[in-house]
């Protein structure tokens, strides 16, 4: 299943830096006898950081925790993974979680490498994961609780995307009906995942981010946030027709700086016709 809207884009934002100073002046004029004393007002006041947003609490809070079905006795921390296409280990190995860990394994390059050494170096690297938390509800509109399990994936590096595994349980065993990977944080992560009439519904943090198959979310031009601290989130719903997750309806992104505002429908289609018009 692979959809793509009007304007898409591949640039990631890896993520903002800040920084602040302050200067504090010395009046060489005022005599020692009479000390200059600044009054309370002309102090600077320290501003506390804004905390940044838990952007985990709905994945990680009490809803779809328990269920009648087998598939809650399966051990999802010890347990193997296959990989997204475009995310594979060079040797085409999956994810096998040990006590709901897979450490990553990296391989240093350079420019002045040896080829045959820089290809072996790059040979040797394995993606990690950790285990995030298991959901069970009725994806598939069946009447019949599925597993959806979360990972992070694990590259030693700064990002934090991550892969949702939807299993049903058939013949008596776990079977994998889709998979996906969602984005880093901000730029497309994982808000929130949920069973709505029959059907399942994914919401990305993000302007009109939704799932592009398995291996990517689509992102409109010009998405840029702070990483840390997302202000839109994009809702999508899909239903499963007997092979695979099918889209339904129009995508909703909203605002999370405004939790009154309308939510903007199908908003790459909304960007694409302001980009003609001359209006953006």
């Known amino acids: 299943m692979v959809f793509r809207p009007a304007v898409v884009s591949s640039l990631l934002l890896a993520g903002f830096l800040t920084a602040c100073g302050s200067t504090i002046e010395t009046n060489n004029n005022v005599s020692a006898e009479r000390p200059l004393h600044p009054s309370p007002s002309a102090l600077p006041v320290a501003s506390p950081s804004p905390a940044r947003p838990n952007l985990q609490s709905e994945i990680l809070d009490d809803r779809f925790k328990t269920t009648n079905s087998p598939l809650a006795k399966i051990d999802f921390k010890n ?13 085409n190995s999956d994810l096998t979680l040990s006590n709901g860990k897979l450490d990553p394994v990296s391989a240093d390059t350079d420019l002045g490498m040896d080829p045959e050494e820089a290809a ?46 939807i299993y049903s349980y058939k013949n008596e065993k776990p079977e994998l009906i889709w998979y996906f990977r969602t984005g880093d944080r901000a730029d497309g992560g994982l808000k929130d995942l949920r069973p709505e009439n029959g059907q399942l519904v994914v919401e990305l ?67 694409e016709k302001q980009l003609k018009s001359g209006k953006r």
């Open 120 to 165: 072996a170096a790059k040979s040797q690297r394995r993606i990690g994961a950790l285990y995030v938390t298991t959901r069970f509800f009725d994806a598939d509109g069946d009447d019949q609780d599925d597993a959806i399990v979360i990972l992070k994936i694990e590259t030693t590096g700064s990002a934090i995307p991550q892969i949702v595994y």
């Open 205 to 271: 943090f993000g302007q009109d981010r939704f799932l592009m198959g398995e291996t990517e979310t689509a992102k409109i031009t010009n998405d840029y946030e702070q990483i840390c601290c997302p202000t839109f989130y994009t809702r999508s719903v899909y239903k499963w027709n007997g092979k695979s997750f099918q889209p339904q309806g129009k995508r909703l992104t909203f605002s999370l700086a405004d939790p009154n505002a309308k939510p903007v429908e199908n908003m790459a289609e909304v960007v």
């Open 79 to 91: 347990f193997t993974y296959p990989l997204p296409r475009g995310w594979q280990n060079p040797d």
